[in-house]
């Protein structure tokens, strides 16, 4: 039996970045329809920027920069394997946005004469724009998206999207748990935008902290698993995020808001190494190799700016983004005036945010099932960051609207509904079973054992192993309250996660992004490889792996261009560094 | 009992079954509430908490940190109305 059962038109799984453009477009365009958001926390905080964020990273800003340099850029930071169109329609988009927020009250950061303030930190183009006062924009979009009229139920922990009891291949709703009371909750629907996040708590941070993770750690993976179960094509999974963080805080260091002011990344002789700091896995396998060599550690240096410009970055990285960052240094007795802040390559995670792994999305924001959505870092538009998952959410919503006009209400079956309630509750019954975090730190540790670049074929088949006898293990975890069943639910979400990152990686038998997927075993990048690897489950309920073509582009490229993310390297210094003893 | 000739079979066929026991101690946990700054049925930090750490403490109807599950991201501490919460950066991270 369930306990809470709500109609909707459209159902939005997350209030986060995403979430909120998607459910505010989507009551714009369905003034009388029911629009309905379900949250894991509480709208006012959740997603990636609970606390607010610094910049734009991708602003493509008139002037500044056009939709097909972006695309371009994009292209070469990901070696090639995009779906163009949907990069090409999140740039022409992206600018509206940036408008529409500048109009809510986001404050950007603008010269003089009123424009936008626009900063290089790319590889080639301009893109990153400054929001210094960002510690407001979720309260502003949480206020803009309850005017609207949309309805918001907070602390409901979605776990499986429901399928249609006649056509399995379309979506009638989503299941989950209330968090607070252990009840089940259905909300039926003709359409489903999954706005979930990132799998930000894939690998262990070096820590040894659960939660010590540089996503939002609400962001366990849940909408790649429910995506996935609900029979959804995944992609570039091997594309694994791994970030370049401060180390043990492990949150950004941040060369976004520190390069423009001066900051940069150097080595332990003081030497910069690579020529852009922008996170791409060029870079990343750059800052890896620093790292790991006789000139390691690696540290972002900002002890030659002037106190003035200290002071700004201290006020926009203690008040945005991670404000705790400042209690961090102050514990250790450190300040960006007399110590260069030390720096380390993050444990793996899943985001389309940063890197390229997500669920499969077309131009329109489709997944590969009917009624089935996806926007932010959940969905596998590549770096697309803060202002992607915005501009994503709201053209998801657009189309959302033309498909539930255009197909009649659909029934979930009242089976599944029945085993969902059952497996969400089941670890009810072993109250003395495992704790959740004994299981979770187990999975993590695993996944840092046998899948943390670089990555071997031997390696990766032992870590599968073990995923796949995690999955036994799975029903053996106990709860004794629905706050514990949460965390078990998110159990299955990180060990899905688990095994997607291992099959996609042991599939795609080369290297490509850098670091992001570097084999040992096939070291070099390879034209048989130009493809996406794509992965779903089988009719036998079985998780398979494939080869995607890469649609035609609609920005031509020439093979010099596609490898302009390949010279990351500074070339003298590093050369001279190297001699040193 | 060390001499059994079956021994590490029949504990190995037990440890497989055993059930699981319970353990008591005190956690250095992030999250730390002043009790005599803390309104009683004020629900706030509750409701900003990402990770849903937070709780009523039964014994004193105040908030505490129910789960050693913080993202040290201040959520609680900045919309606190009266001041009464201090984040550490938990101990692992220090």
């Not at chain 1, 407001?136 to 602390?155: E, H, S």
């Not at chain 1, 538009?381 to 209400?409: F, M, Q, W």
């Amino acid at each position: 039996m369930v306990e809470q059962v709500t109609d909707a038109d459209i159902i939005i799984v997350g209030g986060g970045s995403a979430g909120c453009t998607a459910a505010i477009e989507a009551q714009r365009l369905l003034p009388r329809g029911r629009v309905v958001v379900v949250e894991k926390a509480h709208v006012k905080r959740s997603g990636a920027i609970a606390i607010g964020m610094d910049g734009l990273n991708n602003a493509i800003v008139p002037g500044h920069a056009t939709p097909e340099q972006y695309v371009k850029e994009i292209t070469m930071a990901n070696d090639g394997i995009v779906n163009q169109r949907a990069v090409m329609a999140y740039a022409v988009n992206s600018f509206a946005m940036i408008e529409q927020l500048d109009a809510w009250g986001v404050k950007f950061q603008k010269t003089e004469t009123g424009d936008f303030d626009v900063k290089k930190v790319h590889h080639k183009g301009r893109y990153v724009l400054p929001m210094p006062e960002g510690h407001d924009l979720k309260k502003i979009l949480t206020r803009v998206m309850k005017r609207a009229g949309v309805q918001v139920i907070n602390r409901i922990a979605a776990s499986r999207v429901l399928l249609d009891r006649n056509d399995r291949g379309r979506v009638a709703g989503v299941v989950g748990l209330d968090v607070r009371t252990g009840e089940v909750c259905v909300v039926r629907g003709k359409a489903v935008i999954l706005c979930c996040g990132a799998s930000g708590r894939l690998g262990l941070p070096a820590s040894g902290y659960l939660y010590g993770t540089y996503e939002n750690p609400s962001n366990a993976g849940d909408g790649y698993s429910m995506a996935y179960h609900a029979g959804a094509e995944l992609t570039g999974i091997e594309c694994f995020q791994v970030n370049p963080l401060i180390k043990d805080y492990n949150g950004p260091a941040c060369a976004y808001v520190t390069g423009p002011l001066g900051g940069h990344t150097v080595n332990a002789l003081g030497h910069r190494f690579i020529e852009s700091d922008y996170w791409s896995g060029q870079m990343m396998l750059e800052f890896h190799r620093e790292l790991h060599s006789a000139r390691g550690p690696v540290y972002l240096k900002l002890t030659h700016l002037a106190p003035e410009t200290l002071a700004e970055i201290e006020r926009v990285l203690h008040g945005t983004e991670r404000p705790s960052r400042g209690r961090f240094h102050a514990g250790r007795g450190r300040s960006y005036a007399s110590d260069e802040v030390e720096m380390h390559v993050s444990e793996i995670g899943l985001c389309s945010g940063h890197s390229a792994s997500g669920v499969w999305v077309s131009e329109r924001g489709e997944t590969t099932v009917p009624g089935l959505y996806a926007a932010g870092d959940m969905a596998s538009v590549p770096h697309n960051y803060l202002l992607g998952a915005l501009t994503c959410g709201k053209i998801c919503a657009e189309n959302a609207r033309e498909y539930v006009g255009a197909v009649d209400s659909p029934g979930p079956d009242g089976g599944d509904i029945e085993d969902e309630r059952q497996r969400l509750l089941a670890p009810l019954g072993r109250p003395r079973g495992i704790p959740h975090h004994q299981y979770e730190y187990k999975v993590r540790r695993l996944v840092n054992d046998y899948l943390q670049p670089p990555k071997t074929a031997n390696r990766m088949n032992i870590g599968l192993e073990h995923f796949l006898r995690a999955r036994e293990e799975l029903g053996e975890v106990g709860a004794t309250n629905p706050h514990e069943l949460m965390r078990v639910l998110e159990c299955g979400f990180i060990r899905d996660c688990a095994e997607m990152a291992a099959r996609a990686s042991l599939y795609r038998t080369e290297s490509r992004w850098g670091l992001y997927h570097h084999r040992l075993d096939y070291p070099e990048m390879s034209d048989d490889w130009f493809v996406h690897v794509n992965l779903k489950k089988d009719a036998r309920g079985e998780m398979t792996v494939h080869k995607r073509e890469v649609a035609e582009y609609v920005v031509a490229m020439s093979r010099a261009e596609l490898a302009g993310y390949h010279g990351i390297r500074v070339k003298e210094p590093a050369a001279g560094a190297g001699a040193a003893p | 009992m060390s001499d059994i000739p079956d021994r590490e079979q029949r504990k190995s066929a037990q440890a497989a079954l055993v059930g699981n026991a319970r353990t008591v101690r005190d956690y250095d946990v992030p999250v730390v509430v002043d009790l005599t700054k803390c309104i009683t049925g004020c629900r706030i930090c509750l409701d900003s908490c990402p990770v849903d750490c937070l709780a009523v403490n039964p014994e004193t109807q105040k908030a505490h940190m129910r789960y050693d599950e913080c993202w040290y991201c201040l959520a609680c501490e900045i919309d606190c109305p009266k001041d009464a919460i201090t984040v550490k950066i938990p101990f692992l991270i220090r």
